[in-house]
Structure formats: C-alpha cells, structure tokens
C-alpha cells in the first residue's frame, strides 16, 4: 500500500470472527471493513487462528491490509486475587505446528468447560433445548458469548447482558472457570509464534501497578491496547502516556464481534491511526532481521 496521506487513515486491530465468538464469517468481517472505509484490520480471535487464511484471500481482492492475529486468555494474580488478561499476537506465524499444538490443548479445554455450563444450566431450570447449539460451534473455539445468545435464542433471558448477570459472570449459577495459561507464558507462546505481545483492553483490569507492567516487560511484552472501545478519552491518553514511559507500541481495535439482533457492528466507529500499523510492521521487520 501507498501510504503517503496515511495520516487519514484508519485500522482496527482486534476483530472477532465466527471462529471464536464473533457473527462475522472472516470474509464477512473484511467485506465490512472495506465498506467502512479501513485500511487494515487484524483478525484476533480467541484462542484461534483458524479464520486467518479466508480473510486473508478475500483482503487481497479488495485492497484491505490484514494482520494475522491472536487474542490468548491469560491468567494474573492482582490484589491477591486471580484476574483475567488478555495478551494479543500480532503478525504471528500462524501455520506453526508447536503453536496449533497449544491452541487445541486449549480448545479442548474450552470445550470441556462449555460441557459443564451447559449442565450447570439444565441443573438450574435454563436448559438449552436445541441440540444444534453445540453442532454448530463444535469445530470453533467456545466463550461464554456462545451460551448467553443461545439463551437469548430460547427466550430464556432477553438479552445477553441479562444471560451473563444472571447466569455466566463470574459467581453466577453457570459459570465455570477458565483453564489459564500465565502471562509470562502467553507471552512467550506469541514471541515463539515470531509475533508481536500486546496486552488487550488494559482498562478492564483496572491496571494500576507500574511494577507489575514493568515484570510483563521483561518478559518480552510489546505494545499496550490504548485505543478500545470501551476506553474513555481520558482511558486512551493516560495508556498513550503509558506506552510512550515504557518506550511501547500503542495500538487500538473495537474488539467487534460483528452484529447481533438489532445492534450494529462496532468496527469503524474508532479512530485508530494508520501509524499504529506502520509501528508494528516496523517492529516486525526489526524482529526478522534479528534472525
């Protein structure tokens, strides 16, 4: 791509496909950023590479840049309590072997945990009837997100908020804890993948411990989610100012999971700049020509 004027450019680096918990099949997902006038997108679903290679070949008929991508669930221990973190991978190797060998150790985990929810649910009175419900994610990577539009789907809930306050957050009836891997292990899995770590939607875990940040650094940690779309402008600046402490790559995504009933997809409604682009495919460039 012609990058000259690239400063009115616009990217989202964190889309979720069908794969994972998005409605977007990939080519879905690039046709939409195309319409909403983007430059490159990166496909991060959870835990999963597996729709890389369809957005890839339908971006390169329209003129979209895609990033292959990643979002792995990691686990932290913050106030002496056990969190969830998000790493992203960008421009990982997503054909590795020793890579898809963890991923289906995790996949069989989520999927083992989604076998347990369902039976918690049909303990509690919400059973899900539609015996379609597992055969159509079966092949994919299964969240919470999958149950609480199923629910929606049986009328048991009337939305999805309402299926996760009611029955999948964390203390709920249905819930049913991750299996994990450590940060520092996430981490190092994207690094091995040849890819760039980042961590996702920092504002989620109310991240306030420089030290902490600092550790995640040493252990090869990249870049930080500054924009999001749940980050406040005061959210996005205080990790901007963060990311340029800690001499860090700032990127920026939506986190859209494509449409649902009513509600329209978020992508394209942030102002990502194309310059978050260009830092990661110098910082690619910069890790290759270490090898």
């Given at each position: 791509?012609?990058?000259?004027?690239?400063?009115?450019?616009?990217?989202?680096?964190?889309?979720?496909?069908?794969?994972?918990?998005?409605?977007?099949?990939?080519?879905?997902?690039?046709?939409?950023?195309?319409?909403?006038?983007?430059?490159?997108?990166?496909?991060?679903?959870?835990?999963?590479?597996?729709?890389?290679?369809?957005?890839?070949?339908?971006?390169?008929?329209?003129?979209?840049?895609?990033?292959?991508?990643?979002?792995?669930?990691?686990?932290?221990?913050?106030?002496?309590?056990?969190?969830?973190?998000?790493?992203?991978?960008?421009?990982?190797?997503?054909?590795?072997?020793?890579?898809?060998?963890?991923?289906?150790?995790?996949?069989?985990?989520?999927?083992?945990?989604?076998?347990?929810?369902?039976?918690?649910?049909?303990?509690?009175?919400?059973?899900?009837?539609?015996?379609?419900?597992?055969?159509?994610?079966?092949?994919?990577?299964?969240?919470?997100?999958?149950?609480?539009?199923?629910?929606?789907?049986?009328?048991?809930?009337?939305?999805?908020?309402?299926?996760?306050?009611?029955?999948?957050?964390?203390?709920?009836?249905?819930?049913?804890?991750?299996?994990?891997?450590?940060?520092?292990?996430?981490?190092?899995?994207?690094?091995?993948?040849?890819?760039?770590p980042v961590m996702a939607h920092p504002y989620y875990i109310h991240y306030n411990d420089e030290n902490m940040f600092r550790s995640f650094i040493k252990d090869g940690l990249m870049g930080?989610?500054?924009?999001?779309?749940?980050?406040?402008?005061?959210?996005?600046?205080?990790?901007?100012?963060?990311?340029?402490?800690?001499?860090?790559?700032?990127?920026?995504?939506?986190?859209?999971?494509?449409?649902?009933?009513?509600?329209?997809?978020?992508?394209?409604?942030m102002r990502v700049p194309y310059s978050v682009m260009e830092s990661l495919k110098r910082t690619k460039e910069n890790m290759v020509s270490r090898i």
């Amino acid at each position: 791509m012609d990058i000259a004027g690239a400063v009115d450019l616009y990217v989202d680096m964190h889309i979720h496909t069908n794969y994972s918990d998005g409605t977007f099949t990939p080519q879905e997902a690039a046709k939409y950023a195309s319409k909403v006038k983007l430059a490159a997108i990166s496909i991060t679903d959870h835990d999963c590479v597996d729709g890389i290679d369809e957005a890839l070949d339908i971006a390169s008929k329209i003129g979209l840049e895609v990033v292959p991508g990643i979002e792995l669930s990691s686990e932290v221990i913050l106030d002496s309590q056990k969190s969830e973190m998000h790493i992203l991978g960008y421009y990982i190797d997503y054909k590795s072997q020793k890579l898809k060998k963890i991923l289906a150790i995790l996949k069989k985990a989520r999927y083992e945990r989604a076998v347990e929810m369902l039976e918690k649910l049909k303990k509690i009175g919400a059973e899900l009837k539609d015996d379609s419900f597992f055969k159509k994610i079966e092949d994919k990577v299964i969240g919470r997100l999958h149950f609480a539009r199923a629910l929606v789907e049986e009328k048991l809930v009337g939305s999805v908020n309402e299926a996760f306050q009611r029955y999948l957050s964390k203390d709920k009836p249905a819930y049913v804890p991750k299996y994990h891997i450590s940060v520092r292990d996430a981490i190092e899995l994207i690094l091995n993948a040849g890819g760039i770590p980042v961590m996702a939607h920092p504002y989620y875990i109310h991240y306030n411990d420089e030290n902490m940040f600092r550790s995640f650094i040493k252990d090869g940690l990249m870049g930080i989610e500054a924009w999001h779309i749940k980050h406040s402008e005061k959210t996005v600046k205080k990790f901007l100012n963060l990311a340029e402490k800690f001499n860090l790559i700032a990127t920026g995504g939506s986190d859209c999971h494509g449409s649902y009933k009513k509600k329209l997809p978020v992508m394209g409604r942030m102002r990502v700049p194309y310059s978050v682009m260009e830092s990661l495919k110098r910082t690619k460039e910069n890790m290759v020509s270490r090898i």
